[in-house]
């Protein structure tokens, strides 16, 4: 079993930046991809970023490149760097993991999880 909690949200202004983490503790050893997921009032859940064990990423397209996704194996931290956040990306953001392995890379597909944290909300005002 693996247990997650995030970390890190809060409210910021447009063009601003969060770091958000997420720390992992249990059988750590045994996951292949670990990723952040959002999801907004009214909105459908949605994949945001994933990585692998081999540090292949995978990122919603629409993103455009603002937010990167690391981790720290050391500390078995998860991190999302959010940069130039915009008010549309005001959402809870949770951390999945998963002890499946897939070829081709990390899904950003949320069946494929099956470990995931409560979330941490953030805000970003305009």
């Known amino acids: 079993q693996v247990r997650l909690v995030e970390s890190g949200g809060g409210s910021v202004q447009a063009g601003g930046s969060l770091r958000l983490s997420c720390a992992a503790s249990?059988?750590?050893?045994?996951?292949?991809?670990i990723a952040w997921f959002r999801q907004a009032p009214g909105k459908e859940r949605e994949g945001v970023a994933a990585?692998?064990?081999?540090?292949?990423?995978t990122y919603l397209d629409s993103l455009k490149g603002r937010f990167t996704i690391s981790r720290d194996n050391a500390q078995n931290t998860l991190y999302l760097q959010m940069n130039s956040l915009k008010p549309e990306d005001t959402a809870m953001y949770y951390c999945?993991?998963?002890?499946?392995?897939?070829?081709?890379?990390?899904?950003?597909?949320?069946?494929?999880?099956?470990?995931w944290g409560q979330g941490t909300q953030v805000t970003v005002s305009s």
């Open positions: 249990g059988y750590t050893y045994s996951t292949h991809s």
């Open positions: 999945a993991a998963t002890n499946m392995r897939r070829a081709g890379g990390p899904p950003l597909v949320a069946p494929w999880y099956n470990y």
């Open positions: 990585i692998d064990n081999y540090d292949y990423t």
